[in-house]
Each structure stands twice: as structure tokens, then as C-alpha cells.
């Protein structure tokens, strides 16, 4: 009985001994396994690529700007005289129709309307029957000439014939110029052809802006009927003051946004620079030529915001909406390879990325892990279980680096990394509050 009492208590202090070892083990497992998720996660945030395309991530490397030696400018879109036209009637008339309406695109010598008017026709009779008495009187000309040079005629009744036939030839090509200001052919009136309606063209090529007529109105020779404009020749006109004329010069880039046009930045380059102060502003105008960016929807008169490079000083920089603020610190997102490496090039936004389907993400544990081979893992099973194929979810893994800001310049500001950043690093162009938030969540969520 005894014996058996002494068994029975030392396989109790076994059993409490082996699960007090075990308890410890398991704790320190535990810790470890902790430990290693907040390595992980500190610094570190991911997202789903359904996250990256709802928030429509771009992704792209630093570019080197010409931040700092800039001069700041404003002014106006505007068009050279040439690209303007105001139609109007070279001698007025009634309206019988118009073959155009406001924003119609137009070609050069393209009829905007028919006028009808009694002076038409005056004129066309005029030509016809002045050119009808010319041709007599070339004939009657030839023949005094003729008998002039064979001393048959005096001298006088050559000089008569001579002065009548250059004064009828003069009135001719008077009518034949009017004929053709009015927009008829000599040749079709020299024909019989009277036509008692003229065509009001287009001088240019370009879009209809203001139609001031309609059928039935007299249009009046100093009223204009129409106006079109041709934006394809706009360019800038920028104020530069006082401090920063001497710093400009022809032939300097020009980097400039348009008002209510948000996101879009245009290139362009000066082509000359007054040499005189616009009244009492104490600035100079300063003259652009458009080279970069799509001028489609730009029209004459927009305010833009102009830099002109006036030096060769290019900076790292990235666009304003890569950059988080938390607090006094600023912080860009460099995207990373599970292995901690640097990614190549992407554009989410654009839809490069892969798409797998009902995915499930990485425990951060196992994010964490260098050299992970998801390809060659074995997994236990019980008889007769069958083998489930868990695929990792395509996340976009951002690492947060602290940055000192510079210059800003045309939606674009100067980076200084206090961390080194690999030269080919892809980093988060846009959305740099949104990863912020997510990482705060994260790290929120391990907190507790």
C-alpha cells in the first residue's frame, strides 16, 4: 500500500514538473513569435491590391526637377492677331442665310452666309459691260497701232485710242477686284453668269466663337457677322516683376497650370521678353510658346501660373500628394519585395497588377520571414483529409522613410531621405495619407 502511495506521488511531481516545462516553452514561443510580428510590421504597411486600385495608387520613381532656381509668373493664354477673325461684309446686305452656328469648326474659304443686295448686281452689270467695251476697244487699239507704226495714222488718234483703251482696262480690274472682295467670280460674270446673292467666307481656319446675325437682319459692313479663333497658335503672356527681369531670358523652360484645370501641367519655352514696363505695374511681359501637353481644351484668356527655369540646379523631388505629415515629421512610401528589397516598375492605376482571384493575405508573421518558399511547403494531414491549396493574397508591402522637404515648385516638392533610398525604388505617387491611416490601424490594432 505503501509502495503504491510512493508511485502514485512521483508520477505527480513528473507530470507537474514537464507541464510547468512545457507552460515556459510555450510562453517563450509565444514572445518570440510576438516579437518577430512588431519587427514586421513597424514601419511597414501593406495593401490589397483591391485597396490599391480603389484609391487608385500610381506608382513611380523620384525625378530629378529644376526646383529652386525658378522664377514665379502669371498671366494669360492668348492668341496672335492673325488666329483672330471678325467677318464682316465688304458692302452690307440682307441676311438670306446662315450656314453656321456658334462652336461649328471651319475651314479657310468656307461660306458662313448668303447676303442678297441690289448693289451686287450693279456691280456685276458694271464689270461686264466696262470688260465688253474693252475688248473693242483692244481691237480698235491693235489696228491704230498698227497703222501708227506704218505712218498711216497721225500720232494724235493713236494717243486718243491709247488713253481711252489703259482708262477702260483700269475700270475692269476695279469691278474685277470688287467682284472678287464680294466673293463672285469675274470669270463666271465674264460667262453671263449674275448671281444676286454674294457668300460671306471665312478668312481662317478655325471654330466659330460668336454668331451676330440671322436670316432677315441687315448686316452691316461695320458690324461683324461673325468671329472665329484658331487655338491651335495660343501662347503665353506672363508678367515678370521688377526683382526677377534680369534673371529671364529667351529660350528658358517654362513649366505652367491652368486655372480650373486641376492635375494638368503644360511645358513650354520663352520666345521673347519686352524690353519695357507695362504702364506703372513696374513688370515686363515676358512671351511663351506652348511645347508640352495636350492644348485641346485651353482657349484664349485662361490664367495660368508659370515657373521659368532660370538656372541648371535639378533637385530630387516627387509629387505633393507622395508626401504623409505626422506631426512635425514628413514621410514618403517605398514600395518593398517581401524579402525587404526594392520593387521595379508599376502602374497600379493603369491595372498591371495581377489578379488572383479569393486570395487570402500573409499573417505577418509569415510577411515577415526572408527566403519564404510558399512553392516547397509541407503541411501534415490526417488520413483521409484532403490537401487545401492556400494561395497568398498580391499585396503592395510600403516602407515609410522620413524625408526633410524643399522647394516646391508646380505641384512638386524637393525630398531629402534621411534613409537611404535604392536609385530605382518605386515609391507611392499619390495616396501617402491614405497609407499613413492604414498603417496607424495596423499598428493600432497590434497595440492591444
Do not use: W
Not at 469675274?186 to 460667262?191: A, E, H, S
Not at 492556400?390 to 516638392?413: C, D, H, M, N, Q
Amino acid at each position: 500500500m505503501k509502495l503504491r502511495f510512493s508511485i502514485y506521488s512521483i508520477l505527480f511531481l513528473a507530470g507537474v514538473m514537464m507541464s510547468s516545462c512545457g507552460g515556459n516553452k510555450t510562453r517563450q514561443d509565444s514572445a518570440v513569435a510576438e516579437d518577430a510580428h512588431e519587427e514586421h510590421v513597424e514601419g511597414v504597411v501593406e495593401l490589397t491590391e483591391q485597396q490599391a486600385k480603389a484609391i487608385g495608387l500610381r506608382l513611380g520613381k523620384i525625378q530629378m526637377r529644376n526646383l529652386k532656381a525658378v522664377v514665379r509668373a502669371t498671366g494669360e493664354l492668348e492668341l496672335p492677331p492673325q488666329d483672330m477673325a471678325t467677318v464682316t461684309p465688304y458692302i452690307g446686305g440682307v441676311v438670306k442665310s446662315v450656314k453656321v452656328m456658334e462652336g461649328d469648326e471651319v475651314r479657310k474659304g468656307q461660306v458662313l452666309a448668303y447676303l442678297a443686295q441690289a448693289e451686287y448686281i450693279h456691280v456685276q452689270h458694271q464689270y461686264l459691260e466696262n470688260y465688253n467695251k474693252l475688248q473693242f476697244l483692244k481691237k480698235e487699239y491693235e489696228r491704230k497701232k498698227k497703222l501708227y507704226d506704218e505712218r498711216i495714222t497721225s500720232g494724235k488718234e493713236f494717243q486718243n485710242i491709247t488713253s481711252e483703251y489703259k482708262s477702260v482696262e483700269a475700270v475692269v480690274k476695279s469691278f474685277g477686284t470688287k467682284l472678287e472682295l464680294l466673293g463672285l467670280s469675274p470669270q463666271k460674270v465674264r460667262n453671263g453668269k449674275i448671281s444676286q446673292m454674294v457668300p460671306i467666307t471665312s478668312p481662317i481656319s478655325g471654330h466659330v466663337t460668336k454668331v451676330n446675325v440671322n436670316t432677315g437682319t441687315f448686316a452691316e459692313t461695320q458690324v461683324g457677322m461673325f468671329e472665329i479663333v484658331n487655338n491651335s497658335n495660343l501662347y503665353l503672356d506672363l508678367s515678370i516683376y521688377e526683382n526677377d527681369i534680369a534673371k529671364v531670358k529667351k529660350g528658358q523652360a517654362i513649366r505652367f497650370t491652368v486655372a480650373n484645370m486641376t492635375g494638368k501641367e503644360y511645358g513650354g519655352e520663352l520666345y521673347a521678353v519686352s524690353k519695357a514696363f507695362e504702364g506703372n505695374s513696374k513688370s515686363v511681359k515676358a512671351f511663351g510658346k506652348i511645347t508640352e501637353g495636350d492644348t485641346e481644351p485651353l482657349i484664349s484668356g485662361l490664367f495660368v501660373n508659370a515657373t521659368i527655369s532660370v538656372g541648371d540646379e535639378n533637385v530630387p523631388a516627387v509629387p505633393e500628394g507622395a508626401i504623409a505629415l505626422e506631426g512635425d515629421e514628413t514621410f514618403v512610401f517605398v514600395r518593398m519585395e517581401a524579402d525587404g528589397h526594392s520593387h521595379g516598375s508599376e502602374n497600379v492605376s493603369e491595372g498591371h497588377g495581377h489578379d488572383h482571384g479569393n486570395e487570402v493575405s500573409h499573417d505577418h508573421e509569415d510577411a515577415g520571414h526572408e527566403g519564404h518558399d510558399h512553392g516547397k511547403e509541407t503541411h501534415d494531414h490526417k488520413a483521409g483529409e484532403a490537401h487545401d491549396h492556400v494561395e497568398a493574397e498580391s499585396v503592395y508591402i510600403f516602407k515609410r522613410v522620413p524625408v526633410v522637404l524643399g522647394a516646391k515648385s508646380g505641384g512638386y516638392v524637393e525630398i531629402k531621405p534621411l534613409e537611404e533610398i535604392p536609385i530605382n525604388s518605386e515609391l507611392a505617387l499619390n495616396g501617402a495619407y491614405y497609407l499613413s491611416a492604414e498603417m496607424g490601424k495596423a499598428e493600432t490594432s497590434h497595440s492591444h
